[in-house]
């Protein structure tokens, strides 16, 4: 998985300069921000996976009589991509504390700010500008911050 993580980013930076480079900061941002998307994405397929596997192993130990307790129900055998972005909190479990990318990613004004997701809404759903260089290189930066703390999680 790592080799596929890497591969979305080098792809997905180069892109990110192109737009850049034409002064597109909108577009840049986002080709940035879907880096830290896919790898989220990508590592809570992990998660299901460790998950259903312990489930499962659960259920093999109870079937040949060696666990007297009924395993819990397993709900779901699925295991495609999210089509929304996981909790940051899910994430932690299987990576430790990641706290520039829970920052990034939260969606509750009551956990801090929510700005850097409402940016990324903004420009994806009504097409907003930054408004100035200095602006986008702020959220371009914290991006690319949290995709480093991510990478060396």
């Given at each position: 998985?790592?080799?596929?993580?890497n591969e979305i980013r080098e792809e997905q930076f180069a892109i990110a300069r192109d737009y850049e480079s034409k002064g597109s900061h909108e577009v840049a941002y986002i080709a940035y921000w879907f880096v830290l998307e896919k790898a989220l994405k990508l590592l809570d397929i992990e998660r299901r996976k460790k998950?259903?596997?312990q489930d499962i192993c659960n259920w093999k130990e109870y079937l040949e009589g060696k666990l007297n307790t009924h395993p819990k129900n397993i709900q779901s055998f699925s295991l495609q991509e999210s089509k929304s972005i996981p909790e940051v909190k899910v994430i932690s479990e299987?990576?430790?504390k990641l706290p520039v990318v829970t920052e990034i990613m939260n969606t509750q004004s009551k956990n801090g700010s929510t700005k850097w997701r409402d940016r990324r809404n903004a420009i994806a759903h009504s097409a907003k500008p930054f408004g100035s260089a200095d602006k986008y290189l702020e959220y371009r930066d914290k991006?690319?911050?949290g995709i480093e703390e991510l990478w060396h999680a």
């Open positions: 998985m790592k080799h596929e993580l998950d259903l596997y299987l990576l430790g991006v690319i911050e």
